[in-house]
């Protein structure tokens, strides 16, 4: 019984570390007034890259490299974009989501004949990553430091009024648009740290590698009330869940994919019931 709960336990920690990474990076674009609806697609994307620059250069920390610096700069010019054209910055991040399903699609058929699963060959592994509880942990630690940047730093302190009230950093001389813009950047790093630890865990590029992921990130940030611990919790729920689900498949008279789909209503709901609303920038939410 000891034995079964500590396996669960494990499980349920490596599920969360992917979808922690990728709700921090949501919540500080959630400060900001801008909502990172692209995580999931941002993800895959990401994921794809780290798998492909990996499988050309054999070094892992070439992929996340890559993954991390395109990723990144494919956000910055969607937030520039957003920014300049005042677009809805709702509607450009579901558009990122499409992007990326086509764009891997593509890239997979050119680079490597296929639109399927992408193995990542082992003897292209020259020099590899940590895995399992090093990276587990690290992904938590990243909790105390995200609260740290937003709440004790002067331009964490700036990227959470220029969503609340950026007329007054307006009115001090400070750009509201770089700070919105930092906040898409910031969430574009987390969700290539994401994505980029789902490909190598499983050792390949699937087409629906995020898998929904980034949604119930985005469902942890309001679950979660919007502060870096309380997300993390809401996190580990959703992760309990799927675990639950894996390790109840089989054993119950429900069909296995009632059970596969329990995190996502559990993140539907979460979506629901949150007293938080989504709210379009310069609306109060």
């Not at 989501?97 to 003897?123: E, H, K, M, W, Y």
């Not at 950047?185 to 590029?205: H, K, M, N, R, W």
């Not at 502060?227 to 689900?245: E, H, I, Y």
Request: with cysteine; charged share 10%; glycine share 8%.
């Amino acid at each position: 019984m000891t034995a079964a709960l500590l396996s669960m336990a494990e499980a349920t920690l490596s599920v969360a570390a992917p979808i922690l990474l990728a709700a921090l990076g949501a919540l500080t674009s959630e400060y900001a007034g801008v909502l990172a609806v692209f995580m999931d697609g941002a993800m895959t994307l990401a994921g794809f890259t780290a798998i492909a620059v990996t499988s050309l250069t054999g070094h892992p920390l070439a992929g996340l490299a890559a993954a991390a610096v395109s990723t990144v700069t494919l956000m910055y010019g969607v937030s520039l974009f957003t920014e300049r054209t005042g677009a809805n910055p709702f509607l450009t991040g579901l558009g990122v989501n499409f992007l990326s399903q086509g764009l891997t699609s593509l890239l997979s058929v050119t680079l490597f004949g296929t639109r399927g699963v992408i193995p990542l060959d082992a003897a292209a592994l020259m020099h590899p990553l940590p895995r399992g509880w090093p990276v587990t942990a690290a992904a938590f630690l990243m909790v105390p430091l995200t609260a740290f940047l937003l709440y004790r730093t002067v331009p964490g302190i700036n990227l959470r009024v220029s969503g609340s009230d950026p007329d007054l950093l307006e009115s001090r001389g400070i750009s509201s648009a770089r700070y919105r813009t930092l906040s898409w950047c910031v969430a574009a790093l987390f969700a290539s740290l994401a994505g980029s630890l789902l490909a190598f865990d499983l050792g390949a590029f699937t087409p629906a590698l995020s898998a929904g992921r980034g949604w119930t990130a985005l469902a942890a940030v309001y679950l979660g009330y919007r502060k870096p611990f309380t997300v993390a919790l809401a996190v580990l729920v959703f992760a309990a869940a799927n675990s639950l689900a894996n390790a109840l498949q089989g054993s119950l008279p429900v069909p296995a994919t009632v059970l596969l789909g329990l995190p996502y209503a559990l993140a539907l709901a979460a979506f629901a019931l949150a007293p938080q609303r989504i709210a379009p920038r310069g609306e109060k939410a």
